[in-house]
Every structure is written in structure tokens, then in C-alpha cells.
């Protein structure tokens, strides 16, 4: 079993940064895959990043190429998410999420954390 625990989110003005974090507990021993993954209120999650068990391989929705950045500490099992030029539209809750293997559904996802507000105002 893998317990997620998110942390970081809050309220910023647009452009703003934040920096989310997640840690992983429990089973820290197999390799994961590590993701992002964003829920705004009506609308279906949708992926927003991940990681490979190595960090060398990261992937990222079009919607924030270039803006967000993935990273992981695995001696610290944590992954975390640097937002950067935070867009109203970026206002959702987001999760953290670990799978065995890569992909951007979220019921390919076995472990989830509880989420974290972000809400960018205009």
C-alpha cells in the first residue's frame, strides 16, 4: 500500500507561483510513477504531469508545458510540482497519484492522496 499526502496549495494572483509537494509513505520500495492531476469544480480530472521512478522522464499537458515542473526526491519519497505564471484557469483541486506504469487516465492510477486547493484569481 502507498499512502499520498499533498501540501502546498493556496491562493495566488494571476502569475503568481506555487510550489506543491507530495509525500509518499507506506510502500517505498517499488518503483512508481509519480503524476499530477487536476480536478476544477463540474469537470473530469485531467492529468497534469508526471514522472518516471528515475525522474528522467517527464511528461506534462499542453495546457502547462513550459509553465509547471515536475520533480522527485526519491532518498526523500517526494515529488513535487513548481507552478510558475499561474493562470485563473489553473484553479482546481490537485492530487497526487502513483502507478506502476506510465499514462495520463486517471483509473490507471491505483494510489491517490486527498488533493490540494489551488485558486488563482484574476
Known amino acids: 500500500q502507498v499512502q499520498l499526502d499533498e501540501s502546498g496549495g493556496g491562493s495566488v494572483q494571476t502569475g503568481g507561483t506555487l510550489r506543491l509537494s507530495c509525500a509518499r509513505s507506506?510502500?517505498?520500495?517499488?518503483?512508481?510513477?509519480m503524476a499530477w492531476f487536476r480536478q476544477a469544480p463540474g469537470m473530469e480530472r485531467e492529468f497534469v504531469a508526471s514522472?518516471?521512478?528515475?525522474?528522467?522522464?517527464?511528461y506534462y499537458a499542453d495546457s502547462v508545458k513550459g509553465r509547471f515542473t515536475i520533480s522527485r526526491d526519491n532518498a526523500k519519497n517526494t515529488v513535487d510540482l513548481q507552478m510558475d505564471m499561474l493562470k485563473p484557469e489553473d484553479t482546481a483541486v490537485y492530487y497526487c497519484?502513483?502507478?506502476?506504469?506510465?499514462?495520463?487516465?486517471?483509473?490507471?492510477?491505483?494510489?491517490w492522496g486527498q488533493g490540494t486547493q489551488v485558486t488563482v484569481s484574476s
Open positions: 497519484a502513483a502507478s506502476p506504469y506510465y499514462s495520463r487516465t486517471p483509473d490507471q492510477y491505483p494510489y
Open positions: 507506506g510502500d517505498t520500495n517499488s518503483h512508481y510513477y
Open positions: 514522472t518516471s521512478y528515475s525522474g528522467t522522464f517527464t
